[in-house]
Each structure stands twice: as structure tokens, then as C-alpha cells.
């Protein structure tokens, strides 16, 4: 066959390739695997950032109108503090998930509970080490007294799977390029119907008002799941 050798022709394929060449650079960027929580993340990452943004610039115009050293200094202090209080918050749901992945659902849950998180490092000093003591202390009563933990207690026998690991097809333009990984915390079959429960534990600090609005936020990940 012969080739259509017009300028104009051979213009249309330079821009259809240029275009090729930039979506396989952007998939090029992407990372091969990525877990499904962080793939969840990134399809609102452009509304997040637009936000953040927003706030910015609030930051910014106060900040115009009084000392800047003072204010380096006090954004430095906060900005420690969150870190701590981040580091922490992620030890705490590593420390609350591990638990409940490893209770033995056949045997009594609320000494496994004290024996797991009551006795969290007594050893360790500083400020991080307080505020995780302080912080696991105060989840273990909510964790004794809450729904979840009742309702493992009436799952023995029902469970399906723990940790079960899984691998999902790459969605949409952001994400893995080439799988979603993830670990399912808990499969189990609703005793009072048969169906199949998919169950996923999240350590978020929530008001009860929020719940909805908290849940949304996660439904992209219960989704791929």
C-alpha cells in the first residue's frame, strides 16, 4: 500500500504520535504496583491539592501582617508537633490492626485486647513514646465497649479469610500502571444470611456526626475491594 506522503497527512501522524509519546511517558511515571488505598487516595488527590492550595494562601495573607520570624518559628514548632502526632497516629492503627488480625476469635477477646495494647511500651521515654501509651490507653476502653469487638467474638467459625492478599487490575489514569495490591483485613460469612462480608479496619478519629461523610471517603478502595 502506499503511504500518504502530504504535508498535511504526514502532520496528523507527527501529532498523533506526539500524543502516544506523551501518554506512555505518563504511564512511564506510574509506578508497576501500588496499593489499593493509595490508588484510592490519588483519584481525589487534584480536589485535595486545589484545597490545600486554598488554605495556602490563607496562610500566607495572615502572615504578611506580622513578624515572619516569629511566625517561621511557630510554624516550625506546629509543624514538628503534627509529625510527631502523625508518627503516632500511624503506630497506634499498625498497633490496633495488627491486634485484631491475630485474636483468637474462639477464645475470650478482651484479655487478648489489655495483653496486646494495655501494656504498650512502658519502657521507651520521651514525647512520642508518652503520647502513644496516652493515645493506646484511651482507644482500649472504646475498643472493649465497641461493636466491632462484640461482633468478632460471634464470627468464630464464619471467618473466611485474614489478611487475605490481593491483586486488582489498574484503574483509570492515575495509580499503578500495572496492579493494585492490598491486604483484605477480614472475610467472613454473615451468620444470619449467608452472604459474603467483606471487612476492612480503619483507626480514623471520627465525630459521630461525620460517619457518612468518613465512610465516603473510603468507598473508592471498598470498591476495587
Same mark, same amino acid.
Given at each position: 500500500?502506499?503511504?500518504?506522503?502530504?504535508?498535511?497527512?504526514?502532520?496528523?501522524?507527527?501529532?498523533?504520535?506526539?500524543?502516544?509519546?506523551?501518554?506512555?511517558? /505518563? *504511564?512511564?511515571?506510574?509506578? *508497576?504496583?501500588?496499593?489499593?488505598?493509595?490508588?484510592?487516595?490519588?483519584? %481525589?488527590?487534584?480536589?485535595?491539592? =486545589?484545597?490545600?492550595?486554598?488554605?495556602?494562601?490563607?496562610? &500566607?495573607?495572615?502572615?504578611?501582617?506580622?513578624?515572619? /520570624?516569629?511566625? +517561621?518559628?511557630?510554624?516550625?514548632?506546629?509543624?514538628?508537633?503534627?509529625? !510527631?502526632?502523625?508518627?503516632?497516629?500511624?503506630? $497506634? +492503627?499498625?498497633?490496633?490492626?495488627?491486634?485484631?488480625?491475630?485474636?483468637? !476469635?474462639?477464645?475470650?477477646?478482651?484479655?487478648?485486647?489489655?495483653? @496486646?495494647? #494495655?501494656?504498650?511500651?512502658? &519502657?521507651?521515654?520521651?514525647?512520642?513514646?508518652?503520647?502513644?501509651?496516652?493515645?493506646?490507653?484511651?482507644?482500649?476502653? @472504646?475498643?472493649?465497649?465497641?461493636?466491632?469487638?462484640?461482633?468478632?467474638?460471634?464470627?468464630?467459625?464464619? $471467618?473466611? #479469610?485474614?489478611? $487475605?492478599?490481593?491483586?486488582?487490575?489498574?484503574? #483509570?489514569?492515575?495509580?499503578?500502571?500495572?496492579? +493494585?495490591? +492490598?491486604?483484605?483485613?477480614?472475610?467472613? @460469612? =454473615?451468620?444470619?444470611?449467608?452472604?459474603?462480608? *467483606?471487612?476492612?479496619? %480503619?483507626?480514623?478519629?471520627?465525630?459521630?456526626?461525620?460517619?457518612?461523610?468518613?465512610? =465516603? @471517603?473510603?468507598?473508592?478502595?471498598?470498591?476495587?475491594?
Amino acid at each position: 500500500a502506499e503511504e500518504d506522503l502530504r504535508p498535511e497527512a504526514m502532520a496528523g501522524e507527527l501529532a498523533m504520535l506526539a500524543e502516544e509519546r506523551t501518554r506512555a511517558a /505518563a *504511564i512511564m511515571e506510574r509506578p *508497576i504496583t501500588l496499593s489499593v488505598v493509595a490508588g484510592a487516595e490519588l483519584q %481525589k488527590a487534584d480536589t485535595d491539592a =486545589e484545597e490545600e492550595a486554598s488554605e495556602a494562601c490563607i496562610v &500566607n495573607t495572615g502572615a504578611s501582617v506580622v513578624d515572619e /520570624a516569629a511566625v +517561621g518559628s511557630k510554624v516550625e514548632v506546629a509543624d514538628e508537633l503534627s509529625e !510527631l502526632r502523625r508518627r503516632v497516629a500511624l503506630d $497506634v +492503627g499498625s498497633r490496633i490492626h495488627r491486634t485484631l488480625e491475630e485474636l483468637l !476469635l474462639d477464645e475470650p477477646l478482651a484479655p487478648q485486647l489489655r495483653a @496486646r495494647l #494495655g501494656g504498650a511500651p512502658t &519502657n521507651e521515654e520521651g514525647e512520642e513514646a508518652r503520647l502513644l501509651r496516652e493515645t493506646l490507653a484511651a482507644w482500649l476502653p @472504646r475498643l472493649l465497649r465497641s461493636r466491632l469487638v462484640a461482633r468478632l467474638g460471634d464470627l468464630h467459625g464464619h $471467618v473466611l #479469610g485474614r489478611e $487475605v492478599p490481593l491483586i486488582v487490575a489498574p484503574k #483509570g489514569e492515575v495509580g499503578a500502571a500495572g496492579a +493494585g495490591v +492490598g491486604t483484605i483485613d477480614l472475610i467472613y @460469612r =454473615e451468620p444470619s444470611d449467608g452472604r459474603v462480608v *467483606i471487612v476492612d479496619y %480503619k483507626t480514623d478519629r471520627v465525630p459521630l456526626g461525620a460517619v457518612g461523610s468518613r465512610a =465516603e @471517603r473510603h468507598r473508592a478502595q471498598a470498591e476495587r475491594y
